[in-house]
Every structure is written in structure tokens, then in C-alpha cells.
């Protein structure tokens, strides 16, 4: 497949069948009945999500983008540490979590499980294959900003399932910022992998702080929008070499 012309075609029916998949497989989990996502998220699996890592597993394999994508090491081990600034963020949630109380073992097992499928169809969904394809088509600026919009608007149809429309385009915008600054990290990393495990705790960590952590959790968002930003600050201009 020549993936400079094909690309970019091709991640977008990914995306639509993927999106298929997650927002089809939890309007079944809960029966059209208008349902919270914390509930959800606390007291089962979510089969949609789970779903959609099998279809995404298959069509990569199958395509041979896996290197595309960024399943693979960081292109130089050095720019880890710009994951510091997330990390930081992180580990403040995290201690915030163990002052508050951990739930029960098993809700706390669910939680942990279901947030690690969403970082890992999230990530290699929007990171991954569509960031893949746009940047083939796009160069590598309008690519950060076509996935980080496509990854906050899908938020919005948490309203499918919640039945709460205002909630949801609060989360749209929180995921927007959220898909700037991961995109940001896949650039100058080249790499999928530690986004997985960042978007994961976020989420996880997010769960189990509640919404009580609304505000911090915004504060974190503004401060890694604008660090994405500083990290994307040589790309303004067409393609860049990721190795460069």
C-alpha cells in the first residue's frame, strides 16, 4: 500500500468503523437507558471499548502500519523527559486519590481495566492511525490540530449514553485540549506508547478522584495545552522529520 497517497482515505473509515464500534457496543451495554459514565466506567466492563481494540489490532496488522502508528520504542530515548510535566500532574492526582480513599478492590479493578482499554483505543485511534494519516496528507501542524478537534467533538457523544448534552461538550473541551498536547508528546517522541500509559492514568485517576477535582483538573489542562503548544513550536510550517 503506498501510505504517502492512501493514508489518509484509509485511517478515516477506521475511524468511522472504530467509532461505530465504541459508540454502537455502549448504546447496547446499556439498552438505551440513559446511564452515567461513572457507573459504567465503575461497574463493568465496557465491551464497546474492548471491541474496538480487537478491530483496531486486526485492520494495523493487516495494513503492516504498526511502526506508523507508533507501536515502537521512542524515536531518541532523551525526549522521554518531556513527559515530566504530565507526570508531575499525575503523581499529584495520585496523591491526591490516597488521601481521599481508594473504592472497593473491585471497583477500584474495573476502573483500572476500563480506563487501560481507553487509553490503548483512544491512542492508537487518534495518536495513532488517524494522526498517521492525516499528517501524510496535511504535514504535521494541521494534523495536531484536525485530530486533537475530531477527539474532542467525538466526546460530545457521551450524550448518547448519558442523556446530558451540556456534561458531555464539558468533556469535549477538556478532550480537545487533552488530544493538543498528547499529539504534541506522539511529534516530538514518535512514539504511542507512553500516551497509552499517560492517558490511562489520567483517566483512571480521574475516575477516582470525582468531580470534586473539576477545577484541578482544568488548571492541568490549560498548563499542558500551552506546553503542547511549546513543544509543537517548530512544526508551524509544513512537514517536519519526527527524527529531527
Not at 47 to 71: E, H, N, Q, R
Not at 151 to 166: A, E, Q, W
Amino acid at each position: 500500500m503506498n501510505t504517502s497517497t492512501k493514508a489518509w482515505p484509509t485511517s478515516l473509515g477506521i475511524f468511522t468503523i472504530w467509532l461505530i464500534i465504541v459508540v454502537g457496543g455502549g448504546l447496547l451495554q446499556v439498552r438505551g437507558q440513559p446511564t452515567q459514565l461513572d457507573e459504567l466506567v465503575k461497574n463493568q466492563l465496557v465491551f464497546g471499548v474492548l471491541g474496538a481494540i480487537v478491530f483496531l489490532f486486526g485492520v494495523i496488522t493487516y495494513l503492516k502500519w504498526w511502526d506508523s502508528v507508533g507501536w515502537k520504542g521512542p524515536n531518541n530515548p532523551r525526549n522521554l523527559r518531556l513527559l515530566w510535566l504530565p507526570a508531575l500532574f499525575l503523581f499529584l492526582l495520585l496523591v491526591t486519590v490516597l488521601f481521599t480513599g481508594l473504592p472497593s478492590t473491585r471497583v477500584l479493578s474495573i476502573v483500572i481495566f476500563n480506563t487501560l482499554m481507553v487509553g490503548i483505543s483512544e491512542e492508537l485511534m487518534f495518536r495513532g492511525v488517524l494522526f498517521h494519516g492525516v499528517s501524510s496528507s496535511f504535514g504535521i501542524w494541521r494534523a495536531v490540530w484536525i485530530t486533537a478537534i475530531i477527539f474532542g467533538s467525538v466526546h460530545t457523544l457521551n450524550s448518547l449514553i448519558t442523556g446530558d448534552f451540556k456534561t458531555s461538550v464539558v468533556q469535549a473541551f477538556f478532550a480537545g485540549m487533552f488530544g493538543v498536547w498528547a499529539v504534541a508528546l506522539r511529534v516530538r517522541l514518535d512514539t504511542v506508547i507512553p500516551l497509552i500509559i499517560i492517558h490511562w492514568l489520567w483517566d483512571c485517576l480521574a475516575f477516582l478522584t470525582g468531580p470534586s477535582q473539576g477545577l484541578v483538573l482544568l488548571l492541568f489542562s490549560f498548563i499542558l495545552f500551552f506546553y503542547g503548544i511549546w513543544l509543537l513550536r517548530n512544526y508551524r510550517h509544513g512537514k517536519v522529520d519526527l527524527q529531527g
